[in-house]
């Protein structure tokens, strides 16, 4: 992103900002809703992975301290992408990974980069409007799905299930 700087600078820059990260990171949150979701996902088949440029050990730590790892079989962290989201590889390699055809897989994001790479890895994309990002930012790169809440999220999957 910042083509001017030298190696020195840009490490700097990394170093600050995880040391920054670290001092905070017990204070992400899941969202309201987000631990019931998973364990219901999970108790009706769904199988569970992410992809996050994250570094493992910070993925994992937020993970744990809210008490939602359990649920998930594979994370794909900053260490284990090849490329980064929008590339569709990470969910590709993810889905690999689970053995499962991407066609049979949803990714649900609340980026433009997480709605572009499943839009090009051939998976439903879900976005999620009560994450960081807003429909003005989210639309324009057609998810197949737009959800406004955790619930609405979770009354859609349910209805899906039923049919």
Known sequence: ???QLNQNEYDSIVA???????KRNHQVKSY???????RELTRVGFRLGIVTAKLRENALFELESNSILE?????FAKEDCREFKPSPLPLLDLAEKMGIAPSKCLY???QPSDIVASNSAVVVSCAALWGEC??????????????????????ELTKSLER
């Open 1 to 3: 992103m910042f083509p």
């Open 16 to 22: 600050e900002t995880l040391a920054y990260y670290k």
């Open 32 to 38: 309201p809703g987000i631990k019931e979701l998973l």
């Open 71 to 75: 649920y998930f079989e594979q994370i």
């Open 108 to 110: 649900l994001g609340d």
């Open 134 to 155: 807003d429909r003005k930012r989210l639309e324009p790169v057609s998810p197949a799905f737009v959800f406004e809440t955790v619930e609405d999220f979770c009354l």
